[in-house]
C-alpha cells in the first residue's frame, strides 16, 4: 500500500465511525508556554482536555505534524543513527473528549491494524499498565487488559510500568495509564532463535511500538496528587511512518516511499550510494530527515533564526549540513536541492509545501551558505589554535568557545583534532556546556500553583471589542514563580475588555479597581489553552467582589491604529510589488509596527513612496471599519479573505475589511481608517533569503517622529549661524573642509621636502656607507615615503630615523637592498634590537622594518646606537 493510501485509509476508518476529520495544526505553538513545537498529536486538542473550550464534535480524527528536537521528547540525537526515530513525523491519533472510552478504543486499533490493513496478529504485542507502589498507589489497569483479552491471546499482553505506560501531560494536568501496540517484523528465523516479547521497549531497531492508546482518566495536581477526572478522555497516537513501514514489508522507515524518493535525491546529488557504509548511511538519513522538518516548520511561517523556536530549526539543518560537509564531502549548498522531490512527494496532503516551494527552497540555500562559511571560518579559527597550542590535548574551554561564539560544532572539531593527532578536555567542555544550560533553565524556570477555581462553569468571554471597561468577576487564579518575571498572579474572569496576545498583537495592559478603590495593575495579558490570562503582580483585596476592569485606553488605541496601518500596509505591497507578497509575521505594538513578507528585492526609494502613498491615501479616505464576526471560514477565504499559513483558524472566523482590504483576523482596529492620522516607514530590510521587513510608525508616534526630527533640523540650523538655506550652508562647510585638508595634505608635504633637502645634506659616509640615524618630525607613513625616496637616491644607503607620536616612539629602519646582501644586514632585526630601547618590538623586511614602543625617551639612545651596525 502507499503511503497516501496509507493515511487516507486511517482518515476514513475513523470517519466511519463518527469522527470529524480535520487537517493538522501548525507545528509551531503560538499559545502555550510550556511548548515550543506540537510533539504529539494531541498538543492542538489541550485546550478541550483542559475543559477550556468544547469541540464542535467529541470525536476527532487526523494526521498530525509533530517535531520532537526540544523539551520532553527530544529524539534528535537518535535520529539517523536508528531506523525508526525522526525529527518530524506524522501521528495518526483518533480522539474521545469525553464520549467512548477504553472499550472502543481498544476495538476499533486491533479492527484496522488486523482487519483493514490486514497486519499479521501474530506479529504483534499489546501493553497494559501493571500499577504502581509509589505514592501514587495506582492499580493495575484491569479494564484494559479485559478488553485486550477478548481480542488476542493472554500471552500476547505484557504488563508495563509506569514509565512506558502511564503518560501525562506535563508537571499537572489531565493524564492516566496507556496500552500500547508493538508489532514484531524480524524474519522467522530471528524469530525462533529469541522471543520477540522479551525485546518489547528494548529498543530493538525491529521491535517497534507503533502506536499508543492513552486512558486520561486522572488529573495530576501541582502537590502530585491525583483527582478523578469528571469527564474521561481518549487519546491515540500512531507514528505513520513506522506503519508505512510495516505495510509496505520493509525494515526501516527509510526504506518506505515516504523517503525513498528523497534518498535516491541525494545519491544522485552526491554521487553516494545507500547501504554500503555505515557513516553514510547515517548521513543519508540525517539530511533525509532533516530537510522535512526543516521544510515543514518554514512553510508554517517558521524560518530558522537566532532564538526561540527559530533557533532549533536553523540547528536541525545546521545539523544537516554538518553531516554532508563530513560524510558526504559536500562543501556546497545542496540540501535545498531536495525541496523538489519533497513537495513532489507531500503536497497533496499538506499543500502549504507547494505554495511556498520557492521560499523553502531560498531560505535553505542562504541558510546553507551561511553556515558554509561559519565551517569554513571554523577551520582557520581551528588552526590557528591548534598552530598556538604547546600540547597534543587542547582545552575544552577553547572547544566551548568556538561552539558558543561561532557556531562550530564539537563533534566536527572534534573529527579534524583527531585527524591531526590531537584530542581535547571533553571534560571540561561538557562542563562549560552544562553550566550553560543551567543559566539558560534558569532563566526559564517557572512553578505554576494549581488554579483556585472560583467559579466552575463559567466560560470566559472577550467583549473587548466594543468596550474598554467591564465590571467582572474572577472565575480562578494562581500563582506562577518564573526566574524571569519572579511571582505573579494569573486571574481569569467571566467576561474581559482584555485583548489577549495574538495575531502579532500585543496584550493589553490595565487596572482592576475593588469596591473600596484599591487598585491592582494588569501588566500583560495573553492567552493559554484557550483562557485568557491576566497578569499582576497581587491580588485584588477581594478576589470574591465584582471588580471594575479597565483596559489602558491610549495604549489600546495607539495598538489599533498600528494594527490597522499593518493590514493597509499589506495590501499596499501586494499593490506596488505584487501578488507574491505573503505576510510572513508581524508584531503589532503601541508604539510602532513590524511587517515581515516575501520579497526577493530590497525596495527602491519610489517604491516605498508608493507604499506609503497607498496606505496614507487610505488613510485620509477615512475607510470605515466593516468587521464580521462570525463567517465561515470557507466563505470568508471564498469572500478574497487573506489567511496566514501557520495561523490555527477556527470553523467560523471574524473578517476585517477596510475598502478593498478583507483580512482573516482576531485583532482590535480602529473604527475608521482616518484615526491613524498617519503612516510612516522607518525602516526596510532583510531578515531572512527571500523575506523583508518593513518597521513603521502611526499617529502620535508619527507626530513625535516630525516633532525630533523638526528639532534636531533646527538645532542644526543654529549651528549653522541661523543660515536661510541650511543644506546649502552645510555643503559650503563640507567643501571647506574638504580643501582645508587639502591644503593640510600640501603643506604636510612641502614640509617633508624640506626635510629631506637638510636631511640629503647629512649623510655622511661610513665604511662605504651612506649613512643617517636621527630624530625626525614626521608621522610612520611621512618616514617610510621619505625613506624610500631617498633610496631611490643614494646607493649603499643605512637610514634610522626617530620619532615620536601622540606619545608612542617610532623607529624606521632602511636599507638598500644591495647593503642587505653584501653586508648581512637585516632591517627587521634591527629594529627589533632597538626596539629595545623605545620599551617595544616590530619587525618587517630586510630592507625596510619599523618598530613602535611606549617610551619616547629612548629614542635618542635607540638612534645613537645605529652606527654600531656598519662600524
Ligand atoms: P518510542 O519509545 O519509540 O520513542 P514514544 O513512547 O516516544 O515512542 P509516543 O509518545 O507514545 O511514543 O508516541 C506515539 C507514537 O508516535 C509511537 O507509538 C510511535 O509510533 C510514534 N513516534 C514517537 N516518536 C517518534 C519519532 N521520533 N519518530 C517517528 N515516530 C515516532
Ligand atoms: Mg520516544
Known amino acids: 500500500m502507499k503511503s497516501q493510501d496509507i493515511r487516507n485509509t486511517f482518515l476514513n476508518f475513523f470517519q466511519e465511525k463518527k469522527h470529524s476529520i480535520v487537517p493538522s495544526a501548525p507545528m509551531v505553538l503560538k499559545n502555550d508556554p510550556t511548548l515550543m513545537f506540537v510533539n504529539s498529536g494531541m498538543a492542538p486538542f489541550k485546550e478541550y482536555f483542559l475543559g477550556n473550550a468544547e469541540p464542535k464534535n467529541n470525536r476527532i480524527s487526523d494526521s498530525q505534524k509533530c517535531l520532537r528536537v526540544s523539551g520532553k521528547h527530544n529524539d534528535l540525537e537518535e535520529v539517523g543513527y536508528d531506523t525508526y526515530h525522526h525529527t518530524l513525523f506524522e501521528m495518526l491519533g483518533n480522539w474521545s473528549f469525553g464520549d467512548y472510552f477504553k472499550k472502543e478504543a481498544v476495538a476499533w486499533a486491533w479492527e484496522l491494524l488486523t482487519e483493514v490493513y490486514g497486519i499479521d496478529k501474530n506479529i504483534l504485542y499489546v501493553t497494559v499498565f501493571e500499577g504502581s507502589e509509589d ?121 518506505t516511499d515516504v523517503f525513498t524518493p528523497i534518498i535516491r535525491e541525494i545519491e544522485a546529488i552526491t554521487n553516494k550510494n545507500y547501504g554500503n557504509d555505515d557513516k553514510v548511511d547515517i548521513a543519508i538519513r540525517v539530511i533525509s530527515d532533516h530537510v522535512r522538518a526543516v521544510a515543514f516548520s518554514i512553510a ?86 591548534i598552530s598556538d597550542s604547546d600540547s597534543k590535548e587542547i582545552s575544552g574551554e577553547k572547544v566551548f568557545e568556538l561552539k558558543d561564539t561561532y557556531g562550530f560544532p564539537e563533534d566536527l572539531t572534534d573529527l579534524i583534532l583527531r585527524e591531526k593527532g590531537y584530542t581535547y578536555n571533553n571534560e571540561e567542555f561538557l562542563l562549560r556546556l552544562k553550566e550553560q544550560q543551567e543559566r539558560g533553565k534558569q532563566a526559564s524556570q517557572l512553578k505554576s500553583d494549581d488554579w483556585t477555581i472560583l467559579h466552575q462553569d463559567e466560560v470566559e468571554e472577550f467583549i473587548g471589542y466594543d ?43 490595565g487596572y482592576l479597581e475593588g469596591q473600596h478603590g484599591d487598585v491592582v495593575y494588569i501588566l500583560n495579558t495573553k492567552k493559554e489553552n484557550n483562557l485568557i490570562i491576566h497578569f499582576a503582580k497581587n491580588l485584588p483585596k477581594h478576589t470574591d467582589e465584582v471588580l471594575k476592569a479597565v483596559v489602558d485606553a491610549k495604549q489600546r488605541y495607539r495598538t489599533e491604529c498600528n494594527h490597522t496601518a499593518t493590514h493597509l500596509l499589506h495590501q499596499a505591497l501586494r499593490e506596488v510589488l505584487g501578488t507574491h507578497v505573503e505576510q510572513k509575521g508581524s508584531a503589532v505594538h503601541s508604539k510602532h509596527l513590524r511587517f515581515d513578507f516575501s520579497h526577493f528585492s530590497k525596495l527602491s526609494i519610489d517604491e516605498l513612496r508608493d507604499v506609503e502613498n497607498f496606505v496614507n491615501s487610505r488613510i485620509e479616505g477615512k475607510l470605515p471599519l466593516v468587521e464580521h464576526r462570525s463567517v465561515p471560514k470557507e466563505q470568508a477565504i471564498a469572500d478574497g479573505a487573506m489567511s496566514l499559513f501557520g495561523e490555527k483558524y477556527g470553523d467560523s472566523v471574524r473578517t476585517i475589511r477596510f475598502g478593498q482590504s478583507i483580512e482573516l483576523c482576531g485583532g482590535t482596529h480602529v473604527k475608521n481608517t482616518g484615526d491613524i492620522w498617519h503612516f510612516k516607514i522607518v525602516s526596510e530590510g532583510a531578515v531572512a ?90 608621522d610612520a607613513s611621512g618616514i617610510k615615503d621619505l625613506c624610500f625616496e631617498l633610496g631611490s637616491q643614494f646607493d649603499n644607503l643605512f637610514l634610522l630615523f626617530g620619532s615620536e607620536n601622540n606619545g608612542k616612539a617610532i623607529l624606521s629602519c632602511y636599507i638598500s637592498k644591495e647593503l642587505v646582501a653584501s653586508k648581512d644586514l637585516n632591517a627587521g632585526t634591527i629594529v627589533r634590537e632597538l626596539g629595545k630601547h623605545i620599551q617595544g618590538g616590530g619587525g618587517g623586511q630586510p630592507f625596510f622594518a619599523t618598530a613602535g614602543g611606549k617610551n619616547p625617551d629612548g629614542i635618542d639612545k635607540a638612534v645613537n646606537a645605529a652606527k654600531s651596525y656598519i662600524e
Open 467 to 509: 468596550t474598554l471597561e467591564a465590571h467582572v468577576k474572577i472565575t480562578r487564579y494562581r500563582k506562577v514563580v518564573s526566574k524571569k518575571d519572579g511571582e505573579m498572579y494569573q486571574l481569569v474572569f467571566n467576561i474581559t475588555p482584555f485583548y489577549a496576545e495574538g495575531g502579532g498583537q500585543v496584550g493589553d495592559k
Open 689 to 778: 533569503a527571500g523575506i523583508r521587513r518593513i518597521e513603521a510608525i502611526t499617529n502620535d508616534a508619527v507626530k513625535d517622529f516630525y516633532f525630533e526630527n523638526n528639532r534636531a533640523y533646527f538645532e542644526m540650523k543654529d549651528l549653522l549661524n541661523n543660515a536661510k538655506k541650511p543644506v546649502k550652508a552645510l555643503q559650503n562647510l563640507q567643501e571647506e573642509n574638504s580643501d582645508l585638508k587639502k591644503q593640510i595634505e600640501n603643506l604636510l608635504k612641502d614640509k617633508a621636502k624640506n626635510i629631506k633637502g637638510d636631511l640629503k645634506s647629512e649623510i655622511t659616509e661610513i665604511n662605504g656607507v651612506q649613512f643617517l640615524a636621527r630624530k625626525v618630525d614626521l
Open 135 to 255: 505514592a501514587d498507589q495506582l492499580p493495575m489497569d484491569q479494564e484494559a487488559y479485559d478488553f485486550w483479552k477478548a481480542l488476542i491471546p493472554e500471552d500476547r499482553i505484557l504488563m508495563g510500568n509506569k514509565k512506558d505506560n502511564f503518560w501525562e501531560m506535563g508537571e499537572q494536568g489531565p493524564c492516566g495509564p496507556c496500552s500500547e501496540i508493538h508489532v514484531d517484523i524480524r524474519s522467522e528465523e530471528e524469530k525462533a532463535k529469541v522471543d520477540g516479547k522479551s525485546l518489547v521497549n528494548m529498543d530493538h531497531p525491529q521491535v517497534v511500538e507503533i502506536w499508543n492508546l492513552v486512558f486520561m482518566q486522572y488529573n495530576r495536581k501541582a502537590n502530585g496528587s491525583l483527582e478523578n477526572l469528571p469527564d474521561k478522555h481518549i487519546d491515540t497516537g500512531m507514528g505513520f511512518e513506522r506503519l508505512c513501514m510495516v505495510l509496505q514489508g520493509v525494515q526501516s522507515n527509510y526504506d
Open 300 to 385: 508554517d511561517g517558521q524560518l530558522p533564526s537566532n532564538t526561540g523556536a527559530g533557533y532549533v530549526i536553523r540547528r536541525i539543518l545546521r545539523r544537516a549540513v554538518r553531516y554532508g560537509f563530513t560524510f558526504l564531502d559536500k562543501k556546497e549548498p545542496f540540501i535545498y536541492r531536495l525541496v523538489d522531490v519533497l513537495v513532489k512527494k507531500m503536497g497533496t496532503a499538506f499543500p502549504e509545501l507547494k505554495e511556498q516551494k520557492h521560499l523553502i527552497e531560498n531560505v535553505i540555500k542562504e541558510e546553507e551558505v551561511s553556515f558554509l562559511r561559519t565551517l569554513d571560518q571554523g577551520l582557520l579559527l581551528l588552526d590557528r589554535i
